[in-house]
């Protein structure tokens, strides 16, 4: 007979591990993962942060792991990567084959979380979320940071459910704290996010355990103070040792940047590329660069600056609009709804999970890490890599557990209907608004920038429009129409914004293509999906990918509108898309 985990207390029988369980919930899955992990592995492609940081630290760290760290460069990434690289011989390959290892101990970790709390269904789901998602497999297999990060969060969570336990005792108990306290330290050193969870909780739970009154005294207090007390003395060290080698107590330089560019309202907080843009901390740190600490300071200086010259209205705007995007991902990089839809499944499922697993003491601290990296993540940049990497594991955990628990319900098909009509409700209006909200695009009107050049009428030319839309109200005579500038340009950087500025739009336009052809004839174009833009919103773009050394001749630009559309404009300008200019003159008076 197999038995059933009550949803109040965790379930350990050895009858749980039956034979189709296995197959069906834990072997199918781990094979479609590594099916699936194919296509990354065969991938000769170095990610950015890997080739020009983490692999030269860790053949600096092979070469003279003595120099290294003693000299700040130790400081330009958290340790727990290049460490991890190094182990693997700095060697792409091994690395790409250690990640996969590692992702299919992340998925064996988290089936047996979820079978721990709620039973065969709840783990079954969980690994099979892991295998099928639309981003966690290639990201676990890519040689950076989250391969590495998405197991130490499986391992710290798998061996904190297994001493918050109340069966675990003895060697047991001091095993699984152990391992939870060491693997949180490794997560922590590796990426840094949890710093300020560590003291926070270590603090919170030695005062719930002295006094229960405070906290609900079906949870081990003291199990989890253990556990974090042992990451706060590790990580505490390793930050006083800096403190006293380099004069600063961080784990890693690099969180200024990360505040900058997360305060950037042109950007709204994201990352420049998705606007076509490359980044601009270099105007700010000048000499050095933002993973030096001279650098991080001065970015950080920068962004005091920017708090103080914005309104807080303003700031809580941005917040709660980048809570949204770290959610559910944000429309600037989004090109399917399959992307979002998942996160929905995930955050509706990993509700159910937090509800109705409330009882249980490791759901409860699972959820909290979900509310707490959402927090820390919304002052920061957003990248959708960073949003999978701080809530994926987790969402995936509660969504599994929800699930199974939801059929363990008393009134079972009321909570799955229930589920089920609220998941399909949240996914139509997530698929809505990522057709018909207008698109993210950088917000000219929220920092002055330098005016590069403006057009002429006589130097712009329109085909598929009806009428001169600097004129008047112009229809379009076909799906798409096409403006060409033909002016002397300067020279055309990375850091260049287009302009276009629209008086009047009935109608949505859909995509762009935006081309620059240079005095050498040579001809670049990229193109741009901006559903739905529409009246009262301008189109902005960076021309980064389309940039050229030589001196600008004519920049082309096709838009594809509904049809009936018409269209009023204004002028055409090239902007100096860099925010970071205007906020260093500043911070500098």
Excluded at 26 to 53: E, G, H
Excluded at 156 to 180: E, P, Q, Y
């Amino acid at each position: 007979m197999t038995t059933v985990a009550s949803p109040t207390m965790p379930s350990d029988e050895p009858e749980n591990f039956s034979w189709p369980t296995v197959f069906w919930g834990l072997l199918l899955p781990l094979i479609v993962f590594a099916a699936r992990s194919v296509r990354t592995l065969t991938n000769n492609d170095i990610p950015f942060d890997t080739k020009y940081n983490y692999l030269p630290f860790a053949r600096q760290i092979l070469e003279n792991a003595h120099a290294f760290w003693h000299s700040e460069t130790s400081l330009r990434a958290a340790p727990g990567i290049s460490v991890y690289m190094a182990l693997a011989g700095a060697d792409i390959t091994v690395i790409k084959m250690l990640n996969l290892a590692l992702a299919l101990g992340t998925v064996v970790l988290a089936f047996r979380i979820s079978q721990r709390v709620a039973g065969n269904i709840a783990a079954g789901t969980t690994a099979w979320l892991m295998a099928l998602s639309p981003l966690f497999v290639n990201l676990s297999i890519l040689p950076q940071v989250e391969g590495l990060t998405f197991f130490l969060t499986t391992l710290w969570l798998w061996s904190t459910a297994w001493c918050l336990d109340r069966k675990t005792a003895g060697t047991g108990l001091a095993v699984a704290v152990a391992i939870a306290g060491f693997a949180l330290t490794a997560l922590t050193l590796t990426r840094a996010t949890l710093m300020y969870w560590i003291p926070a909780i270590s603090l919170f739970s030695i005062a719930a355990y002295l006094l229960p009154s405070i906290a609900g005294r079906h949870i081990p207090w003291l199990r989890i103070a253990l556990i974090h007390c042992i990451a706060l003395a590790c990580i505490g060290a390793y930050v006083a040792r800096n403190a006293n080698e380099f004069g600063k107590p961080v784990i890693a330089a690099g969180a200024g940047a990360a505040l900058y560019f997360g305060n950037l309202s042109p950007t709204h907080g994201q990352e420049p590329p998705y606007f076509g843009l490359i980044h601009d901390q270099g105007f700010i740190t000048k000499d050095t660069d933002q993973l030096t600490l001279k650098g991080d300071e001065r970015l950080k200086s920068v962004v005091n600056t920017i708090l103080t010259d914005r309104l807080f209205l303003d700031t809580a705007k941005l917040y709660f609009e980048k809570a949204g995007s770290i959610l559910f991902f944000s429309k600037s990089h989004l090109r399917t709804y399959f992307e979002r839809i998942w996160r929905i499944l995930l955050i509706v499922m990993g509700l159910a999970g937090a509800w109705f697993g409330r009882k249980q003491p490791i759901v409860l601290l699972v959820s909290a890490v979900v509310v707490y990296m959402l927090a820390v993540h919304i002052p920061v940049l957003y990248n959708q890599r960073y949003s999978v990497g701080a809530l994926d594991v987790e969402l995936m955990l509660l969504a599994g557990i929800g699930f199974g628990l939801i059929l363990q319900q008393r009134r079972r098909w009321y909570a799955l209907t229930t589920t089920l009509i609220l998941l399909a409700a949240s996914a139509a209006m997530g698929a809505w608004h990522q057709r018909y909200s207008q698109p993210t695009m950088f917000d000219t009107e929220s920092v002055p920038l330098s005016l590069l050049i403006e057009s002429s009428p006589d130097k712009v030319k329109f085909t598929g429009l009806g009428a001169d839309p600097f004129v008047s109200l112009a229809p379009l005579t076909d799906d798409i129409f096409k403006m060409t500038w033909t002016d002397n340009f300067p020279v055309i950087d990375g850091y260049t914004l287009f302009n276009l500025k629209i008086l009047k739009l009935k109608g949505e336009c859909t995509k762009a293509w935006l081309s620059l052809t240079d005095r050498l004839n040579s001809k670049r174009w990229s193109e741009i999906h901006i559903k739905s833009l529409r009246d009262g919103q301008d189109f902005n773009w960076g021309m980064a990918s389309i940039s050229s050394p030589s001196a600008g001749e004519k920049i082309e630009l096709s838009l594809q509108c509904s049809r009936g559309s018409q269209i009023r404009l204004q002028s055409a300008r090239l902007l100096e898309g860099t925010p970071g200019k205007y906020f260093l003159k500043i911070s500098e008076k």
